[in-house]
């Protein structure tokens, strides 16, 4: 069992920046090789925002909606990944939510093993 809790969520202008963390738990989370952030708003399905692979090269993929603006990155410890939001805007306003799965692959097409609860992230113009 894998368990994920997001943090740093909250209510910002637009044009301003957050930063989420993604903290991991359990001894299965060495078995997930890919982690990422998907976001759902109000009356809208949940979609992919960015993926990281833990193996080494890092190899990240973004929606394009965020290319530019959002930067997956690992924390300052392994079980950590953070997602670093800039330049936010009023439709980035969203739960947002941490997930795991054994592929990057997966994580892309949202074949996740374990999702955290989320945080909820609203962006005021």
């Known amino acids: 069992q894998v368990d994920l809790a997001e943090s740093g969520g909250g209510t910002v202008q637009a044009g301003d920046s957050l930063r989420l963390s993604c903290t991991a738990s359990?001894?299965?989370?060495?078995?997930?090789?890919?982690v990422g952030w998907f976001r759902q708003a109000p009356g809208k399905e949940r979609e992919f925002v960015a993926a990281m692979s833990r193996t080494s090269g890092g190899l990240v993929y973004y929606a394009d909606f965020v290319k530019g603006r959002f930067t997956i990155s690992p924390g300052n410890a392994v079980n950590v990944i953070n997602l670093k939001m800039d330049s936010l805007k009023s439709e980035d306003t969203a739960v947002y939510y941490c997930?795991?799965?054994?592929?990057?692959?997966?994580?892309?097409?949202?074949?996740?093993?374990?999702w955290g609860r989320g945080t909820q992230v609203t962006v005021s113009s």
């Open positions: 997930a795991a799965a054994t592929t990057i692959g997966a994580v892309k097409s949202a074949r996740i093993d374990y």
């Open positions: 359990g001894r299965a989370f060495s078995s997930s090789i890919a």
